[in-house]
Nanobody
Framework: QVQLVESGGGLVQAGGSLRLSCAAS????????MGWYRQAPGKQRELVAT???????NYADSVKGRFTISRDNAKNTVYLQMNSLKPEDTAVYYC??????????????WGQGTQVTVSS
């Protein structure tokens, strides 16, 4: 199996920036999607930003223009650069990977999460 480890969370003032990292335990191939989700207290987990198998990116409307997803294939690592942070960005951020096992079979992996807290 694949282990995903997030890092880079913390406490930041509104308007500040953070950079999250997600490192996979080994090289990953046949990726359907990989990226970031978040969950705030009392709310459902939501998509933040992902890479798709087609090479495109998806962003939540609430973060578009402020957050940027990137990757370093040599390091098996995905990043999330978060700028102009707002208090409503406060959540636990989770790395996610959906891997293709066969034609229409997939395995989904989650990291343990990293806390991001934005103060006003």
């Amino acid at each position: 199996q694949v282990q995903l480890v997030e890092s880079g969370g913390g406490l930041v003032q509104a308007g500040g920036s953070l950079r999250l990292s997600c490192a996979a335990s080994r090289s990953i191939f046949s990726i359907n999607s990989m990226g970031w989700y978040r969950q705030a207290p009392g709310k459902q987990r939501e998509l933040v930003a992902t890479f798709t198998s087609g090479g495109s990116t998806n962003y939540a409307d609430s973060v578009k223009g402020r957050f940027t997803i990137s990757r370093d294939n040599a390091k098996n690592t995905v990043y999330l650069q978060m700028n102009s942070l707002k208090p409503e960005d406060t959540a636990v951020y989770y790395c996610n990977a959906v891997l293709v096992v066969s034609g229409n079979s997939y395995n989904t992996y989650w990291g343990q999460g990293t806390q991001v807290t934005v103060s006003s």
